[in-house]
Each structure stands twice: as structure tokens, then as C-alpha cells.
């Protein structure tokens, strides 16, 4: 069965202290892989979207990276400012019956502590 | 306009009412999702709009009925919930290639949803 994996579950950090965020997918035939942020109450801020194996997009202390099994979000730096909750998700492929399928992961909720 | 509009943002209703959640898009985008958010957990899909038409309905209640009036709207309505309805309702939308295929350049655009709690 298709699955998606991110750990750890809660990560907090000092301010300034690097870290990584782990997806880990089962889906067959990736489409690709997505990264969004979320705030508490609030809808889901799309981040990167990741295709094949060895692509990595950064965006200000972000860095998502993409392996054959699994993604890194590398923060580095961190500020209190980033702390939400990071979700992935993979896109399966399209067939009949699973048209524009998402996978999401249950994310990692990172707390930057000043 | 790069956004998806939700409204309303809250919605307190009995198990009896009937309600409609809302959803707007002015980016041209040709696909349009219902997603429920329980706490802690991530988004589930609900529906998914293709130009329109009704693409995906993934074993929802009939309590939950979708609309797509035209290509910027999306709608939900609401009736004879249950407690355990309640939840965060997301929308979000997408570009979609020809045949069908959602665009995978930027992913979904999500609104900031509605909090729905049921009593």
C-alpha cells in the first residue's frame, strides 16, 4: 500500500540550530514530491515540489532534497518565525480512478525556540 | 490573484442545519479539491473537480454534497452532520495539462479553510 512517512513527529530547536526533516514514501511511480508549511488553523503554504532523485530547491533557510526513498527539508538557522508544522506529500500516478492523488504525510511539527 | 478564498472562516452549526461552505479561485486553475483536516493529523482528500466535473468522490457521507457552479467556485454543503464532522475544511486548486493530468509545477493552492464544529 502507498505510504508516506515524516519524523520525527515534534522537533524543537534553538534558534539557530540546523536541522532535518525526514519523508519517507512507498508510493510507486512517483509524480512528485511536495513540501508545505502549515500554521496552526490555517491552510497548507505550498513550499517545493521535487521530481527525481539528486533534486534539491532552496528557498531562504529551507533546502528540500530528494532521494529514490525519501526527501530532507534541511533547515538551517532556524528562527522562531519558522516554526509550523511541515507537511509532505507525493503524487501518485495518474490512472483512472486515482486522478490528481495526493499522499500526505502527518508532518512534523517544529517549534524554533528564541 | 494568488490566492483560494474560503468562507467563512468559522461555522458553528446544529446536527439538524443545512449550511454551504464557499470557495473561490481567480487563477485560472481547472482543478478544485475539498480536503478534511482533523487535528493533529493531515489533510484527507473529500472531492476533487475537474473542469467542473466531479473527477473524484472518495466514499464521503452524503451529508457532504459538492458543487461546482462554474470553473471560480466551489461549494460544499452541509446537512444532518455528526459531532465527529467536525474538523477543518480545507479547498484548494490546481492547474491541470491537457488529459487531465494535474500540473505538478507549484502543487496545490490551498485556501485557508474553515473551522467547522458541529453540536
Given amino acids: ?114 | 490573484d494568488t490566492e483560494v478564498t474560503q468562507t467563512p472562516k468559522h461555522l458553528v452549526m446544529g446536527m439538524t442545519n443545512k449550511k454551504s461552505l464557499k470557495c473561490e479561485q481567480h487563477m485560472g486553475h481547472r482543478a478544485m479539491y475539498w480536503y478534511k483536516q482533523k487535528a493533529k493529523k493531515p489533510p484527507e482528500l473529500m472531492f476533487v473537480y475537474s473542469y467542473e466535473k466531479l473527477s473524484i468522490n472518495e466514499s464521503v457521507p452524503s451529508r457532504f454534497s459538492p458543487e461546482c457552479p462554474n470553473s471560480s467556485l466551489l461549494n460544499l454543503h452541509l446537512h444532518a452532520l455528526q459531532p465527529e464532522d467536525s474538523a477543518l475544511y480545507l479547498c484548494a486548486s490546481s492547474q491541470v495539462k491537457s488529459g487531465g493530468q494535474a500540473s505538478l509545477n507549484y502543487g496545490y493552492t490551498f485556501g485557508s479553510g474553515t473551522r467547522l464544529t458541529v453540536v
Fill in chain 1, 1 to 114: 500500500e502507498d505510504q508516506v512517512t515524516q519524523s520525527p513527529e515534534a522537533l524543537r530547536l534553538q534558534e539557530g540550530e540546523s536541522s532535518s526533516l525526514n519523508c519517507s514514501y512507498t508510493v510507486s511511480g512517483l509524480r512528485g514530491l511536495f513540501w508545505y508549511r502549515q500554521d496552526p488553523g490555517k491552510g497548507p503554504e505550498f513550499l517545493f515540489t521535487l521530481y527525481s532523485a539528486g533534486e534539491e530547491k532552496e528557498k531562504e533557510r529551507l533546502k528540500a532534497t530528494l532521494t529514490k526513498k525519501e526527501s530532507f527539508l534541511h533547515i538551517t538557522a532556524p528562527k522562531p518565525e519558522d516554526s509550523a508544522t511541515y507537511l509532505c506529500a507525493v503524487q501518485a500516478p495518474i490512472y483512472e480512478g486515482n486522478f490528481n492523488k495526493f499522499y500526505f504525510g502527518s508532518g512534523t511539527k517544529l517549534n524554533v525556540k528564541p
